[in-house]
Each structure stands twice: as structure tokens, then as C-alpha cells.
């Protein structure tokens, strides 16, 4: 089988500015894949073009085996894809159980008048609520959003993504705003993510939280891939240190 | 369990008007028809977030669509129904399917442009419309060689309000629902669940839009006479002030506040005269600072 993410010689340009230029890596099944860079290495340009926000300019993405570039968001959510997102976007009028439901929207079938769709409901929300319970917001299931704290609501956006039952989830910055104690958190549930088989982009520039986490990690710096490895190939990768830590910083 | 308390509500329903006058029989009739426009507003505008000023045009729509396709084109009463249902749909298809491309605003000034157009067309339609006289002076071709008129014609009206609740609960508590009120709260964040963000509020619009016109298509026979004031654009603003201090997003809210605001004027016009407007916009206006979510809002909090 091959990656199931592939993205192929990706260039997006702002006006005169390269964002992202010539963009090449993949992604396996199951795997941990962790994009780092300074701020404007062009993390998020490469992060909003896999989910559709952004159309690259050139190049090629392929998600299990079909071509996504160029599709709008929801076709590719549809495929498989869900997101989360770094400033927690959660609908705010809902309970943390209809939110989790709302990340389900693709798992349901058209018909909303079969007697097959009452037993439907009853699945995903037997299904919502155990993610809910996944990630640690149990005794909230039925609060509304506004009730959360930012880091319970970050908790949110992963169970969220989890109903639509994904094949890849991609995190962006998934650590920012929290405390150190709600980061290890977040941690502990991706890891379980990822042993669910579930493959897993990480777009972040905090080094303490994604080295330990990830499988392996692709650095870019001015919208360019400066090096790709292990964790541990990558921390004392001489482009890394001189480009994204500066010279004296040491992990 | 819950199909016992729909029955029990429809026979309630029903037989009301069997023991009221003629006179209040006709305010009842009325205000279930304001009730059904307030719980599909409530839809479009509570639950999907989409403010439009053309739900009385399309009522209005309904209304003319089917006394001119029955007695100016001559057509038989189940043709006329649904050639002037399918007139509703299109237009609704016309109107949001480019403005729901672009920001909400926009949908906001087409349905405005569209409502204060219906009235110009109604005016100056000349034989088609009647002009500025309407069309009266028609009756309700028999159904089944029966004349359908008085309280049992009111069981009709009860009927449509009943099924446009049950196909709006309906909706409201599946993935459409959820997804429409995904739509309202954050299209973004909506967009990456999967939910294709235009085509559930072309479809919403649509759908809420279909379901004034059949509310228009049943009141033109309730009056026997459609004219072009009774579908003046301040009915627009009626509806959302209903949905707004009943509690928008909520049914329970689009019928409290329909029934409140259409009999306001009924109870107060005796005791103060044509000061009642002036109640009207004051509770309007506290509804909006003092209860953002509406009279259902205030029972929630008093209830828990």
C-alpha cells in the first residue's frame, strides 16, 4: 500500500511572496507526522492547502490514492480528512455532544425519513458519546461550549474530528495557549489516536511538545523543506539548529 | 407515547373552531397561520442563520400563485397547488442560490429587493393580478363534490401548521438540523465537518420558502380575496419581532412569540387605542436588549 498522504512539488504564492515553494513529503498509514518551522516557515499555508482553505498555485496532493488538490473543504472532510483548528472554532450554540454529532455530519445517510434513521441517530450518538468520554469531557457531554475552558475546548475540537471517523486528522498547533499539564493531555490523546490506526499531521512550532510525539517531522523555514527525519535526526540536524533554534539554543 | 401527544394536539386543534363564533374563528384561523410562518422563519433564521425579508412574499407567492393559476388560467384546484408550490421552489432557487455565494448581508438586501418587487408586480400585474384591487369574489373549487368552508375549512389550516411542525422537529433533531445550525454558528468550522456550507442554506431557504407559500396558498382561501396590501413588507418585520421575543431557534419560540405579538393588538386596541404600536415596538425593543433569547430564554431560567 502506498502513503496515504502525498504531497508533490506544492508552491503557493501571496502577491510577490513564495509561502510554500516546491513542498514534497507523504505520510503513512498510522503514522505520526510532525511539520515544524519558525514563525512564517509557511506551517500553515501547507496546513490550509491539505484542508482545502487554500488552492496551491502548483504541485500535487494525493490522499489515498485519489487527487485532492483544489477540492473545497467539506469534499475533502468527506474523504476522510478533519481538522482541527489552532484559535478553537466550536459551535456555540450547541451541547459538547451535538458539537461531537456535527463532526459525524458525514458518517449519516441522506435519507432522514427511513425508519433506519432513528437507529442511525441512536448509533452516532452512542458513537459521540464515547469519543466525549475519550478525550476526558464526560461529565460535560451535555453542557453548552460556552461552559469549557480553552483547553477543554481544544479537547472538543479532537472529538469532533474523531466522529467523522477519519482516516487522517490534521492538528494545527494543537499545544498553543495550553498549560503545560493540558498539553500532555492533548499528547496522551493523540498518541491514542494514532493507535487507533489513524494517521496524524501535527503543524506546530513548540519543539518540547512535538518531539517527543511525533513518529517523524519535516521542517520547513522560508516555505521550504530544510530537513526530514526522526525526531532525533532532526534536533541535531545542522540546518535545523542554525535556521530554526539559532545558533546557541540546544534541545 | 409521542405520536399520542401529536393526535391529542391536532384533535385539540381541530376542534376549537367547532365552538367559536365567526368572528373569532377567523382571528383563530389567522393566528395558526402566523404560528406556521413564525415556526418556518424560526427555521431559516433561528436554526440556519440566514436573515431574509422574503418569507410574507412568499406566503404572498402562494397565495395570488394559486387564485390566478385556478381562476385566471382556469386550472383544477391539485394542478394549481402544485404548479404554484414549484413557483415558490424556483424563485427560492433563483434568489439563494447566488446569494448564499456571497456574505450573509447580501441575502438580507436580495429578499428585501425581492419582497418590495412582489408588491410593485401585485400593483401593476393589471387583469393578472387584479392591480391594486386584488382578486375577489372566488371560492374554493368543491374537493371530492363537497364545499369545504367555515370550521372545517379551520381543520385544513390545522393540518398545514401540524405538518410543517412535524417536518421542521423533524429536521431539527437530525444530521440536517445540526448542520444547519453548524451553518449559523460557525461556517468555517462547519465546512470542515464535511457539511457543504451552500448548498444546506440553499436547501434551508428553499425549503422554509416552499412552506410559506403552501401557508399563502391555504390562507387565500381563508379571506377570499388576496390584494396587495395584505402582503405589505411590514409583515416581514412582523415575523422576525415573532421569532425574535418568542426566542429564535427554538419552535417553542417561533409559537409563543407568533401567538403573543398577533394578539397583542386584539387585547390591548380596547383598553389603549392606537397606542397599542406603541407597546408593540417597546416590547420589541426590550426583547432584543433586556432577553436576547427570547421569552423561552426567561422560562429556562425560571424552570431550572
Same mark, same amino acid.
Given at each position: 500500500?502506498?502513503?496515504?498522504?502525498?504531497?508533490?512539488?506544492?508552491?503557493?504564492?501571496?502577491?510577490?511572496?513564495?509561502?510554500?515553494?516546491?513542498?514534497?513529503?507523504?505520510?503513512?498509514?498510522?503514522?505520526?507526522?510532525?511539520?515544524?518551522?519558525?514563525?512564517?516557515?509557511?506551517?500553515?499555508?501547507?496546513?490550509?492547502?491539505?484542508?482545502?482553505?487554500?488552492?496551491?498555485?502548483? =504541485?500535487?496532493? *494525493?490522499?489515498?490514492? /485519489?487527487? $485532492? #488538490?483544489?477540492?473545497?473543504?467539506?469534499?475533502?472532510? &468527506?474523504?476522510?480528512?478533519?481538522?482541527?483548528?489552532?484559535?478553537?472554532?466550536?459551535?456555540?450554540?450547541?451541547?459538547?455532544?451535538?458539537?461531537?454529532?456535527?463532526?459525524?455530519?458525514?458518517?449519516?445517510?441522506?435519507?432522514?425519513?427511513?425508519?433506519?434513521?432513528?437507529?442511525?441517530?441512536?448509533?452516532?450518538?452512542?458513537?459521540?458519546?464515547?469519543?466525549?468520554?475519550?478525550?476526558?469531557?464526560?461529565?460535560?457531554?451535555?453542557?453548552?461550549?460556552?461552559?469549557?475552558?480553552?483547553?477543554?475546548?481544544?479537547?472538543?475540537?479532537?472529538?469532533?474530528?474523531?466522529?467523522?471517523?477519519?482516516?487522517?486528522?490534521?492538528?494545527?498547533?494543537?499545544?498553543? =495557549?495550553?498549560? *503545560?499539564?493540558?498539553? /500532555?493531555? $492533548? #499528547?496522551?490523546?493523540?498518541?491514542?489516536?494514532?493507535? &487507533?490506526?489513524?494517521?496524524?499531521?501535527?503543524?506546530?512550532?513548540?519543539?518540547?511538545?512535538?518531539?517527543?510525539?511525533?513518529?517523524?517531522?519535516?521542517?520547513?523555514?522560508?516555505?521550504?523543506?530544510?530537513?526530514?527525519?526522526?525526531?532525533?535526526?532532526?534536533?541535531?540536524?545542522?540546518?535545523?539548529?542554525?535556521?530554526?533554534?539559532?545558533?546557541?539554543?540546544?534541545? | 407515547?409521542?405520536?399520542?401527544?401529536?393526535?391529542?394536539?391536532?384533535?385539540?386543534?381541530?376542534?376549537?373552531?367547532?365552538?367559536?363564533?365567526?368572528?373569532?374563528?377567523?382571528?383563530?384561523?389567522?393566528?395558526?397561520?402566523?404560528?406556521?410562518?413564525?415556526?418556518?422563519?424560526?427555521?431559516?433564521?433561528?436554526?440556519?442563520?440566514?436573515?431574509?425579508?422574503?418569507?410574507?412574499?412568499?406566503?404572498?407567492?402562494?397565495?395570488?400563485?394559486?387564485?390566478?393559476?385556478?381562476?385566471?388560467?382556469?386550472?383544477?384546484?391539485?394542478?394549481?397547488?402544485?404548479?404554484?408550490?414549484?413557483?415558490?421552489?424556483?424563485?427560492?432557487?433563483?434568489?439563494?442560490?447566488?446569494?448564499?455565494?456571497?456574505?450573509?448581508?447580501?441575502?438580507?438586501?436580495?429578499?428585501?429587493?425581492?419582497?418590495?418587487?412582489?408588491?410593485?408586480?401585485?400593483?401593476?400585474?393589471?387583469?393578472?393580478?387584479?392591480?391594486?384591487?386584488?382578486?375577489?369574489?372566488?371560492?374554493?373549487?368543491?374537493?371530492?363534490?363537497?364545499?369545504?368552508?367555515?370550521?372545517?375549512?379551520?381543520?385544513?389550516?390545522?393540518?398545514?401548521?401540524?405538518?410543517?411542525?412535524?417536518?421542521?422537529?423533524?429536521?431539527?433533531?437530525?444530521?440536517?438540523?445540526?448542520?444547519?445550525?453548524?451553518?449559523?454558528?460557525?461556517?468555517?468550522?462547519?465546512?470542515?465537518?464535511?457539511?457543504?456550507?451552500?448548498?444546506?442554506?440553499?436547501?434551508?431557504?428553499?425549503?422554509?420558502?416552499?412552506?410559506?407559500?403552501?401557508?399563502?396558498?391555504?390562507?387565500?382561501?381563508?379571506?377570499?380575496?388576496?390584494?396587495?396590501?395584505?402582503?405589505?413588507?411590514?409583515?416581514?418585520?412582523?415575523?422576525?419581532?415573532?421569532?425574535?421575543?418568542?426566542?429564535?431557534?427554538?419552535?417553542?419560540?417561533?409559537?409563543?412569540?407568533?401567538?403573543?405579538?398577533?394578539?397583542?393588538?386584539?387585547?390591548?386596541?380596547?383598553?389603549?387605542?392606537?397606542?397599542?404600536?406603541?407597546?408593540?415596538?417597546?416590547?420589541?425593543?426590550?426583547?432584543?436588549?433586556?432577553?436576547?433569547?427570547?421569552?423561552?430564554?426567561?422560562?429556562?431560567?425560571?424552570?431550572?
Amino acid at each position: 500500500m502506498g502513503p496515504l498522504l502525498q504531497v508533490s512539488r506544492v508552491t503557493k504564492r501571496f502577491g510577490g511572496l513564495t509561502a510554500v515553494s516546491k513542498l514534497a513529503f507523504e505520510l503513512r498509514r498510522g503514522e505520526i507526522l510532525g511539520v515544524i518551522g519558525p514563525n512564517g516557515a509557511g506551517k500553515s499555508t501547507t496546513f490550509n492547502i491539505i484542508a482545502g482553505t487554500y488552492a496551491a498555485d502548483e =504541485g500535487e496532493i *494525493r490522499f489515498d490514492g /485519489e487527487s $485532492i #488538490a483544489g477540492m473545497p473543504p467539506h469534499q475533502i472532510a &468527506r474523504r476522510g480528512v478533519m481538522r482541527t483548528f489552532q484559535h478553537n472554532r466550536p459551535f456555540e450554540g450547541m451541547s459538547v455532544l451535538e458539537n461531537v454529532l456535527v463532526g459525524a455530519h458525514t458518517r449519516f445517510g441522506r435519507n432522514l425519513f427511513s425508519r433506519s434513521a432513528a437507529a442511525e441517530e441512536r448509533e452516532q450518538r452512542a458513537q459521540a458519546e464515547r469519543l466525549v468520554e475519550f478525550v476526558g469531557l464526560g461529565e460535560l457531554r451535555t453542557a453548552n461550549v460556552d461552559r469549557l475552558s480553552f483547553g477543554q475546548g481544544r479537547l472538543l475540537e479532537i472529538a469532533r474530528a474523531l466522529a467523522g471517523a477519519p482516516k487522517l486528522i490534521l492538528f494545527d498547533e494543537p499545544a498553543a =495557549g495550553l498549560t *503545560r499539564a493540558e498539553a /500532555e493531555r $492533548i #499528547a496522551t490523546v493523540i498518541r491514542g489516536i494514532a493507535e &487507533r490506526g489513524i494517521a496524524v499531521l501535527l503543524i506546530e512550532h513548540d519543539m518540547h511538545f512535538l518531539l517527543p510525539l511525533a513518529h517523524r517531522v519535516v521542517v520547513l523555514n522560508f516555505g521550504a523543506k530544510i530537513a526530514e527525519g526522526t525526531p532525533d535526526e532532526v534536533r541535531l540536524h545542522p540546518a535545523v539548529l542554525d535556521a530554526y533554534l539559532g545558533h546557541a539554543a540546544a534541545v | 407515547m409521542r405520536v399520542v401527544a401529536w393526535v391529542a394536539a391536532f384533535v385539540a386543534l381541530a376542534a376549537l373552531p367547532f365552538f367559536l363564533g365567526s368572528y373569532h374563528n377567523d382571528v383563530y384561523r389567522k393566528l395558526l397561520l402566523w404560528v406556521a410562518l413564525a415556526l418556518g422563519y424560526n427555521f431559516l433564521f433561528g436554526i440556519c442563520g440566514q436573515v431574509a425579508f422574503s418569507h410574507f412574499a412568499f406566503y404572498g407567492i402562494g397565495a395570488y400563485g394559486v387564485v390566478i393559476l385556478l381562476f385566471q388560467v382556469g386550472l383544477p384546484l391539485p394542478i394549481a397547488i402544485l404548479l404554484a408550490l414549484l413557483i415558490c421552489v424556483i424563485l427560492a432557487l433563483i434568489v439563494a442560490i447566488p446569494a448564499t455565494r456571497l456574505e450573509g448581508f447580501y441575502l438580507a438586501l436580495v429578499t428585501l429587493a425581492l419582497a418590495q418587487l412582489f408588491i410593485v408586480l401585485l400593483n401593476e400585474g393589471g387583469t393578472v393580478t387584479g392591480g391594486a384591487g386584488g382578486i375577489a369574489n372566488y371560492r374554493l373549487p368543491p374537493i371530492f363534490g363537497t364545499r369545504v368552508s367555515g370550521p372545517t375549512y379551520t381543520l385544513v389550516i390545522v393540518a398545514l401548521l401540524m405538518l410543517t411542525l412535524a417536518l421542521l422537529w423533524r429536521l431539527d433533531r437530525s444530521w440536517f438540523g445540526r448542520a444547519c445550525r453548524a451553518v449559523r454558528d460557525n461556517p468555517e468550522a462547519a465546512a470542515a465537518m464535511g457539511v457543504d456550507v451552500a448548498r444546506t442554506k440553499v436547501i434551508a431557504f428553499t425549503l422554509t420558502s416552499a412552506l410559506a407559500g403552501m401557508a399563502g396558498m391555504v390562507y387565500a382561501f381563508v379571506d377570499n380575496t388576496v390584494n396587495p396590501p395584505i402582503f405589505g413588507l411590514e409583515n416581514a418585520f412582523l415575523i422576525l419581532f415573532m421569532v425574535i421575543v418568542g426566542g429564535a431557534g427554538r419552535h417553542a419560540g417561533a409559537i409563543i412569540g407568533a401567538v403573543l405579538l398577533f394578539l397583542l393588538p386584539f387585547w390591548l386596541s380596547p383598553v389603549v387605542g392606537h397606542h397599542h404600536q406603541l407597546i408593540f415596538g417597546a416590547l420589541v425593543v426590550g426583547a432584543i436588549l433586556l432577553w436576547p433569547k427570547g421569552l423561552v430564554g426567561i422560562w429556562d431560567r425560571f424552570s431550572r
